[in-house]
């Protein structure tokens, strides 16, 4: 009865420790006496005890965040520049056998190439072409995680962080440039009034009854704008034809 009891135990533990059951997105590479025999899964995966030994490698992306670093730009600016990246894991046997911790690597390598280039870039560049920045980060990562077996798929500066004193002049910048375009607005609004009413005075003075017609235009917006009494001058172009008209019939009789 004890012998039969023993012989399940065993047979527990050998299952236990023989079977492991892989996600979807999981790859096992499998190591036999110490000798690579290749990545397997997903699913069900049978070893065999005390001979094979299993790391188990993520194949989903990763987004891993690079600390802030102490960066000085090529016209000698000191800013703090971080990053995110994101890569995932291609060949997994590459990602064990090539690279001690792939994930600490990839790190390392993510703050050192994030401040070589954007130490080779001046500070408007950093500001202005992210992209390009991001990019050129990418592509270099890329190309030294390839014979890991990783791909880095993108790259992204999140934050640059400027000194005081360079944010104070960088505001003052702004804030003379938001006054320069005010002022050119202004000017450009002064000669196209300029030029409008130059035109104006030229048809009044080709045609003078414009003008008295548009002082009575004046004069009728006043009045119904206003309540109280207004008193106007009334010019004597305005009513020299009634006159004329009035001396030319006494004339007649």
């Known amino acids: 009865m004890y012998t039969l009891i023993t012989i399940l135990v065993l047979i527990v533990l050998f299952l236990a420790s023989a079977i492991r059951v892989l996600a979807e ?3 096992g590479v499998i190591f036999r006496l110490g000798r690579i025999i290749g990545a397997k899964g997903p699913g069900l995966i049978i070893l065999i005890p005390v001979i094979d030994r299993m790391v188990k490698i993520s194949l989903r992306l990763i987004a891993l965040d690079v600390p ?6 090529r016209d000698n600016v000191s800013v703090k520049v971080n990053a995110v990246i994101y890569f995932r894991v291609m060949e997994p046997v590459k990602a064990v ?3 001690e911790n792939y994930l600490y690597a990839t790190s390392q390598l993510a703050q050192t190439t994030l401040r070589s280039v954007c130490g080779e870039a001046e500070l408007d560049e950093l500001l202005s072409e992210r992209e390009k920045i991001n990019m050129k980060l990418q592509d270099i990562l890329d190309k030294h995680t390839d014979p890991w077996g990783i791909k880095v798929t993108t790259v992204e500066i999140k934050h640059i962080d400027l000194p005081q004193e360079m944010q104070r002049a960088m505001a003052k910048q702004a804030e003379a440039e938001r006054e320069r375009r005010s002022k050119i607005i202004n000017a450009e609004g002064e000669y196209q009034a300029a030029n409008k009413l130059a035109e104006a005075a030229a048809i009044i003075e ?3 009854v414009a003008l008295q017609l548009r002082y009575l235009q004046t004069l009728r917006e006043i009045a119904s704008e206003n309540n109280s009494v207004t008193v106007f001058p009334i010019p004597v172009d305005l009513i020299t034809p009634f006159l ?7 004339e007649n009789k």
């Open 25 to 27: 997105y999981e790859r």
């Open 244 to 250: 004329r008209s009035l001396t030319e019939k006494k």
């Open 206 to 208: 080709k045609y003078p």
């Open 97 to 99: 056998i090539e690279v």
């Open 68 to 73: 802030p670093q102490d960066v000085i730009t």
